[in-house]
C-alpha cells in the first residue's frame, strides 16, 4: 500500500502546483496478471520502479487499454454505500486540503483561495466545464457551492459493480480521491450522469468524448476493474473516431 499513497501523492502535486507525470502510473496495464492482494496503483509504480514504465514512458493508446480489461457482467450493488470508499473527499495525500480543494484549485481559473497560511479552501472561480463547454461560476456558499461538483469520473457505484468490492479498503479510498478519477463539472450535468457508464452517459460535449473514455479505461486500468460488454463496446465506438487517443 505505500507503493499506492506514493502514486496518489504523485498525481495529486500537480493541483499543488509541484511537477508530476500521472501518465507513468498508468502506463502500465495491470487488469490482469496483478498479484494476488496488491492494489493496482501499485502494480503500476513498482513496474516504473524496475524500469518498464517511467516519468519518459509513452502512455500505450487507450484503444490497445480497453482491449487488455476484463469482459464481465455486473456484480450485485449489495453491500454497497458511499462509505465503503472512505470518508468523501479524505486528504489521501495528507498535505493539508481535501480533495474537493485541491480539485477546485486544479480545474477552476481565477481562483481566490480563504486567506490561510497554507491556501487550501477555494473561494470563487471560474469553471470551463469539459462536459457541456459551459462556463460557470463558482462561489462558495450555501446554494451556490452546488453550482460546481466534483464528478468521480468511474462513479463509485459502477467502481462496486465492476470489481472495487473486491479491493481493500484503503485502494478503494484512494479509488475515490485519485485526482485521476475526479473532475470539477457543472453540478446539473454531474446529476443528470448519476452512477452511469460510458453505455448510458457521454457528455453532451462530443469532443471531450474521446478524452472522457479514455480516462474511464485509464482508472479500470489502474485499479483492475473490468468493464461489461456493452460498456466495452460504447466506449469502443467512441475511440473508432481517435484510435491514437492516449491514457491521461
Known sequence: MRWAVAVAGLALAASCGAASDITSAVAVPVAAGAPS???AAGTSA???ARGTAGPTATPAPAVAALAKLPV???APTTGYSRGQFG???ADTDRNGC???NQ?????LTNVRYRPAPRPCVVLSGVLHDPYTGDTVAFTRGQG???KVQIDHVVSLSDAWQTGAQQLDASTRELLATDPLNLLAVEGVVNQAK???DAATWLPPAKDYRCTYVARQVAVKTRYRLWVTAAERDAIARVLTACPGQPLP
Open 37 to 39: 492482494g496488491t492494489s
Open 46 to 48: 513498482a513496474a516504473g
Open 72 to 74: 464481465k457482467g455486473r
Open 87 to 89: 470518508p468523501a473527499w
Open 98 to 100: 481535501d480533495q474537493r
Open 103 to 107: 480539485v477546485l484549485g486544479r480545474d
Open 144 to 146: 451556490t457551492s452546488d
Open 194 to 196: 448519476g452512477d452511469g
